[in-house]
Nanobody, 121 residues
């Protein structure tokens, strides 16, 4: 089993910052992709930012220049530094990971339980 645990959500005023963390644990051989998604009330889940094992990153246009994704491969942990937060960033943020286990079945893709980010005006 591979589990993801997010932390760092909370309430922040518009213009403020938050840092989310996502720690992966379990029978992990390698993690190829990690990403942050979010889902606002009444809306579909959307990709916020993603990162590959090689270090490439991609961002949703709505967060470019404000959010920064990073990962610590040694700790199997991913981060999302969110700055200049806007009310419209309010959502449940989910961590996603895809990779290989040390045991069968080898391939995995898993989601975290989500962490709520609320940005007040």
């Amino acid at each position: 089993q591979v589990q993801l645990v997010e932390s760092g959500g909370g309430l922040v005023q518009a213009g403020g910052s938050l840092r989310l963390s996502c720690a992966a644990s379990g029978s992990i051989f390698s993690i190829n992709e990690m990403a942050w998604y979010r889902q606002a009330p009444g809306k579909q889940r959307e990709l916020v930012a993603g990162t590959s094992s090689g270090g490439s990153t991609n961002y949703a246009d709505s967060v470019k220049g404000r959010f920064a994704i990073s990962r610590d491969n040694a700790k199997n942990t991913m981060y999302l530094q969110m700055s200049s937060l806007k009310v419209e960033d309010t959502a449940v943020y989910y961590c996603y990971a895809k990779g290989l286990r040390t045991v069968q079945p080898r391939h995995f893709d898993v989601w975290g339980q989500g962490t709520l980010v609320t940005v007040s005006s």
